[in-house]
């Protein structure tokens, strides 16, 4: 079953401001977190991952912040734009697993 | 080429009828996968080959059958279906199965009549 999971089911962001997506897991276990962005009618893109033993990651416009304590994942989008608007699902792969194993999405509106 | 081809993009088929989706990828990547993913629900994993071997089958019902005929093609034959197997099958491959970077197809949509 699913390990990981979204607080909120969809996010309205305003052009231009910075979107902040959750995610709650469950398997301490999980080797690499990982972020997939699913726009409408196209497979999953990957985004962005981070592995276990780090707390934060950046790429270009995005950064992944991993609080274990919590076990806490979010994925931060600077300066969003219309471009961004997709399902984003959070992601888990365990170690040695040959498995990706995503958790639910959370739909990203951008307002003009 | 950064491309995983499946086709067909949409079939409809009947509870009795016998069909295959295809998935192809040009960059020789080592592992590909099976994805099933309902209307606003993530992809769920069905199938995983490594190799062109099978190595994790997630309990997926004998109506599916994967078949990884070489390094670049994977097939999904489909028989004796349900309705409620409608839904998007995904493909993706990825360099090995220790990635975590899938690059998915655009998936067929599937629906069961």
């Known amino acids: 079953g699913e390990s990981v999971g979204l607080h909120l089911p969809t996010l309205s962001v305003q052009e231009g401001d910075n979107s902040i997506i959750n995610c709650a897991y469950s398997?301490?276990?999980?080797?690499?977190f990982i972020w997939y962005k699913q726009e409408s009618g196209k497979g999953p893109q990957f985004i962005i991952d981070?592995?276990?033993?780090?707390d934060k990651r950046q790429g270009q416009r995005v950064t992944v912040l991993l609080n274990k304590t919590v076990k806490h994942l979010s994925l931060q989008i600077a300066a969003t734009q219309p471009g961004d608007s997709a399902v984003y699902f959070c992601?888990?792969?365990?170690?040695?697993?040959?498995?990706?194993?995503f958790g639910k999405g959370t739909r990203l509106h951008i307002l003009p | 080429d950064t491309e995983v081809t499946q086709t067909p993009k949409h079939l409809v088929m009947g509870m009795t009828n016998k069909k295959s989706l295809k998935c192809e990828q040009h960059?020789?990547?080592?592992?590909m996968y099976w994805y099933k993913q309902k209307a606003k629900k993530p992809p769920e994993l069905m199938f995983v080959y490594s190799y062109e071997k099978l190595s994790i089958n997630e309990s997926v019902p004998s109506r599916f059958s994967p078949e990884c005929p070489n390094s670049s093609l994977l097939n999904l034959h489909l028989h004796a279906l349900q309705p409620e197997d409608s839904a998007l099958y995904l493909c993706?491959?990825?360099?090995?199965?220790?990635?975590?970077?899938?690059?998915f197809g655009q998936g067929t949509r599937l629906t069961v009549v």
């Open positions: 398997n301490s276990a999980s080797d690499y």
């Open positions: 993706a491959s990825s360099p090995s199965t220790g990635s975590t970077e899938a690059f």
């Open positions: 960059m020789g990547h080592r592992a």
């Open positions: 981070i592995r276990s033993n780090m």
């Open positions: 992601a888990e792969k365990g170690r040695g697993d040959d498995k990706i194993i």
